[in-house]
């Protein structure tokens, strides 16, 4: 069992990948914007975070740049769950550090199994 | 201005109101899919039961039980068929065997009168002719010995013979009405296995069965994981439509007047595409969690739930067929006895003739020996023994009589070791004995019907926990209400933003002639575009700035996957 974070200010959103994921057996926790999400990501050890790109107070990308300045996030596979799909916004995702791009909505099977890929 | 206002208003309003909407259906589903989840891994274990080894075990040991039962019937019904051609073989053999004795019995009193006939010369030589005593004794012996023989053989032979034909006559009467018996079971049989075969191809397909439900229930599962998500696509269309009206706003403001209409009306024509694709959207996505709802409730009727039943229906139907197998098999042991009675004692017969063949051929040889003597004998003695020479030539030919006779009996023992070996397969297949791999079947389908009633004990208990998991889910379902209903206020919303925004549309495009060469489609889209940042809002955008259609937007049920960097 591994821990995630999902970064979302949909609570529907937040809700559909907490399923899908504690179904697949890991421990999901939630925050509802970037700076929520960078603020858990600092006080506890995550081993996968998904994301939300744009958000209030503060976007995805934003918080991902962060949270890989933070000791111990260097390697941690982040993922952006985005209804984005411009080809700027992932180049700008990938510089800030996300490891993979999701656009909404995501396929479960495909997201349990790219998680399992980037966890193991 | 005050109706771009009132737009924006009741947009944002209509993205509280959908946002919160979804997240009771969220919350609905969530719970739902629990229940499901439940029910899934009730269902998992009953199929588990179905699956285990002693389910296929069983089915070899049923098939193995139906192979042996067959090989039972069919050893009997041509042990039927054999069983009157043996008899009348017996009775031809037993009449040849009569005719023999007569034969021996004649060779009896020929050999007595020959024995007569060397006293009287033995007592008319006088002191030369003692020599001839012995023959006149060994020849009274012999007749003696023969006459006992074949009145003993003559009397098992008849005695026999009289049996056989009593067993023949019954077995006439009764070989039919056997016969028609064993393949009546046999019909029976073959209907019973034919009945475990559909059992068991019933229960296998089961676990398919639960697998494509799991499948479509895992499908269905992703649709509204989908669809759901699809509603915080909408409510970021329905803020892009929001910069949009500001941006008209804000055209009317800054630019020239009739530019700035030119712009406001290409603009509001965007925004009513827009609108009109997420309401499209939101029928799209609503209709996906309605339809994917219902499958998840359909599964409540499904066959998970009559898993156990039925495999608790199989295990009966197969203990019955057991039952009627273990009937048939008693059925078919009532006849044994009759049949060994009626085939019984030939061996001892055999015995007998054996007995009697052997003393044959020592008597041909002592004959043989004895004329011999006598010609030797009587030579010696010249005129004197012509009548001995004479007897000495008739004992000869009562050798030579006997040996033929000795030969037939030979022959008649032979075929009787042959009746006695078809016989021997007759009374076989109606022994005790032949009853050993019918019944070692039956143990092993016995046991394996045990095991796999304790499996279905276990599907049983299963089942009924199913059956509450069921009950759980429907007042589940009850209690989320019509999927369908919970969006017709969120499509009203639309429809009444929609509709003013199209009036205004109207209104200002009154005199559409007059700045219709003014639209500068490629700054409209310069203006507009930064908005949209979905794919799908770019293709409507395109479809609005060029009049056509609006783009027939496809629901992805599935989701769609991760593109890894």
């Not at chain 1, 990308?61 to 700027?88: C, D, H, N, V």
């Not at chain 2, 209709?287 to 359909?298: A, E, F």
Request: proline share 2%; net charge negative; glycine share 8%.
């Amino acid at each position: 069992m591994k821990q995630i974070l999902t970064v979302d200010d949909s609570g529907s959103v937040r809700q559909m990948v907490s399923f899908t994921l504690r179904k697949a057996g890991h421990e999901v926790s939630e925050a509802v914007d970037g700076k929520d999400g960078l603020t858990k990501a600092g006080g506890a050890k995550f081993d996968l975070i998904v994301t939300d790109l744009n958000m209030p107070n503060m976007d995805g990308i934003q918080m991902i740049a962060a949270i890989r300045k933070l000791p111990g996030y260097s390697f941690t596979p982040i993922l952006m769950l985005t209804t984005e799909s411009q080809a700027e916004k992932k180049d700008a995702g990938r510089k800030a550090g996300a490891t993979g791009w999701i656009v909404k909505p995501f396929n479960s099977d495909q997201l349990i199994a790219v998680i399992q890929k980037l966890i193991k | 201005m005050g109706t771009l206002d009132r737009a924006r208003s009741d947009l944002q309003a209509l993205a509280l109101t959908a946002e919160t909407e979804i997240g009771r259906v969220a919350g609905a589903f969530e719970d739902l899919a629990g229940h499901t989840g439940a029910m899934l891994d009730l269902a998992a274990e009953l199929v588990g039961c179905v699956e285990s080894d002693s389910m296929g075990a069983v089915l070899n040991e049923v098939q193995s039980l139906g192979a042996a039962a067959r090989l039972f019937i069919q050893e009997r019904l041509q042990a039927t068929a054999g069983i009157l051609e043996t008899v009348t073989g017996e009775v031809a053999l037993l009449r040849h065997l009569a005719h023999l004795t007569q034969g021996q019995k004649s060779v009896a009193r020929e050999s007595n009168s020959l024995s007569v006939l060397t006293s009287i010369e033995v007592a008319r030589l006088g002191s030369v002719g003692s020599g001839f005593q012995y023959l006149a004794h060994e020849l009274a012996e012999f007749s003696r010995s023969v006459t006992e023989d074949a009145r003993v053989l003559a009397t098992e032979a008849d005695d026999r013979r009289q049996q056989v034909e009593e067993a023949r006559r019954a077995l006439g009467r009764e070989i039919p009405r056997m016969h028609a018996e064993f393949a009546r079971i046999e019909a029976g049989l073959g209907a019973a296995l034919a009945v475990a075969d559909s059992s068991f191809a019933e229960l296998s397909r089961i676990p398919v069965q639960f697998r494509q439900c799991v499948q479509e229930i895992a499908g269905q599962i992703a649709g509204v994981v989908a669809a759901i998500q699809a509603q915080d696509i909408t409510r970021q269309q329905i803020e892009h439509v929001q910069e949009g009206l500001t941006l008209i706003s804000a055209s009317f403001e800054d630019s020239a007047p009739e530019a700035a209409a030119a712009h406001a009306c290409a603009g509001l024509n965007i925004q009513i595409y827009q609108l009109r694709a997420i309401k499209q959207t939101v029928a799209g996505w609503a209709s996906q969690i309605q339809t994917c709802m219902g499958g998840i409730m359909r599964i409540s009727s499904s066959e998970l739930v009559a898993i156990g039943p039925v495999v608790l229906g199989q295990e009966r139907e197969l203990s019955s067929q057991l039952a009627r197998i273990e009937r048939l098999e008693q059925e078919c042991l009532s006849y044994n006895e009759s049949v060994q009675h009626a085939l019984g004692g030939l061996s001892s017969l055999m015995e007998l003739v054996r007995e009697h063949l052997d003393r044959s051929k020592a008597v041909r040889d002592r004959l043989q020996l004895l004329m011999f003597n006598s010609i030797v004998e009587a030579s010696h003695l010249g005129g004197d023994a012509d009548a001995i020479l004479a007897i000495s030539q008739s004992i000869k030919r009562v050798a030579e009589e006997w040996s033929g006779i000795t030969d037939q009996s030979a022959q008649a023992m032979q075929q009787m070791m042959e009746m006695v070996e078809s016989t021997g397969r007759v009374m076989h297949a109606f022994s005790d004995a032949s009853n050993d791999g019918l019944r070692t079947a039956q143990e092993q389908t016995r046991a394996g019907l045990e095991d796999l009633r304790g499996n279905v004990e276990t599907a049983g208990r299963q089942a009924l926990k199913m059956n509450d998991a069921t009950a759980r889910l429907q007042s589940r379902i009850a209690q989320a209400g019509d999927v369908g209903q919970l969006f017709d206020g969120c499509l009203s919303r639309v429809d009444a933003v929609l509709g003013s925004l199209e009036g205004l549309h109207r209104e200002s495009g009154a005199d559409l002639p007059r700045t219709r060469g003014r639209i500068d489609a490629a700054e409209v889209e310069r203006i507009f575009s930064s908005s949209y940042t979905t794919e799908m809002e770019r293709e409507v955008l395109r479809a609005a700035l060029r009049g056509g259609p609006l783009p027939s937007l496809q629901q992805q049920l599935g989701g769609n996957d991760v593109e890894l960097f």
